[in-house]
């Protein structure tokens, strides 16, 4: 004998929707989902400096779901608790006298009193590439497990005068996607 449950959503004990189908057979967990993109708005020119200036992606085309993250002076804090696949595009232009630059991209988990250094985007060129430069995309998984304490941010080291990170409050040049993927691990 088959049993066939029909439902539109399954509701927490306090009577909130958790879980939606609809007649397709879509389904909706509106209190898992959390993805936002956020861009730099102008060239970020300070050597050894947290990167800031940074604004969630305004186009008519986007929109992010869940909470979103939260950004202060350069340091994103995280919505809620999950595994989050960070994605920084770093686009670094770079003078022809300035031949490495660096982005750290760094996370802490104790509200920023230390931070684990994650991954490197560097650029290295020659004196003889004038206003060379390079966009690059580093991905990394973070667990967090606590959203009150944990961080993100990215950091310059060896951005020479007249090198700079690209920014555009148009579109995007350097530019972060965070996506939670599942609940921490």
């Not at 350069?74 to 595009?89: D, N």
């Not at 990170?165 to 609940?183: P, V």
């Amino acid at each position: 004998m088959t049993s066939v449950i029909k439902v539109d959503n399954i509701q927490n004990s306090t009577g909130t929707a958790a879980l939606s189908i609809d007649s397709s057979g879509q389904v909706s967990m509106p209190n898992t989902v959390e993805i936002d993109a956020w861009r730099l708005t102008s060239n970020f020119t300070t050597d050894a400096a947290t990167i800031s200036g940074w604004e969630r992606t305004d186009d008519a085309t986007f929109a992010y779901a869940g909470t979103g993250m939260t950004e202060s002076s350069g340091v994103f804090t995280f919505p809620k608790t999950g595994l989050y696949k960070v994605t920084p595009q770093v686009e670094i232009i770079t003078s022809s006298s300035d031949t490495v630059v660096n982005v750290y991209v760094y996370v802490s988990s104790d509200s920023g009193s230390n931070y684990d250094l994650r991954g490197l985007l560097e650029v290295r060129g020659t004196n003889s590439d004038p206003n060379g430069g390079s966009a690059m995309t580093r991905c990394i998984l973070v667990n967090v497990t606590n959203a009150s304490t944990f961080r993100f941010r990215l950091e310059t080291e060896s951005l020479g005068s007249g090198s700079n990170i690209a920014g555009n409050t148009d579109y995007d040049r350097t530019s972060i996607m965070f996506e939670r993927i599942t609940d921490s691990q």
